[in-house]
């Protein structure tokens, strides 16, 4: 069974730089397509970036592009989410998920990893 969780949150001071990992564990990553969600308080869950299987395509929400970068190894079953140059907006609780074959533009995800915590400071 696939299970996935996430590390590397924390508190950081606004236009700092944190690195989140989602590290998988019951299955290889190989054949799925990765994403990263986030949640902020009274906020609805919104998925920031998305990779494709092999690595080949990524997307990202608008108000993140150009600041995050999402990446994966596929020797370690490993995901991240590189984020530079915080707001204040950016604190939520940032989730990974996996969804089999592609990243998915109306659809469910397969496996989520239970959240790790992203505060951004002034």
């Known amino acids: 069974q696939l299970q996935l969780v996430e590390s590397g949150g924390g508190l950081v001071q606004r236009g700092g730089s944190l690195r989140l990992s989602c590290a998988a564990s019951g299955s290889t990553l190989d054949y799925y397509a990765m994403a990263w969600f986030r949640q902020a308080p009274g906020k609805e869950r919104e998925r920031v970036s998305c990779?494709?299987?092999?690595?080949?395509?990524?997307i990202y929400e608008d108000s993140v592009q150009g600041r995050f970068t999402i990446t994966r190894d596929s020797a370690k079953n490993t995901v991240y989410l590189q984020m530079d140059s915080l707001e204040l907006e950016d604190t939520a609780t940032y989730y990974c998920a996996a969804r089999f074959n592609i990243c998915p533009t109306i659809g469910h995800y397969d496996q989520w990893g239970q959240g790790t915590q992203v505060t951004v400071s002034s």
């Open positions: 990779i494709s299987y092999d690595g080949g395509a990524s």
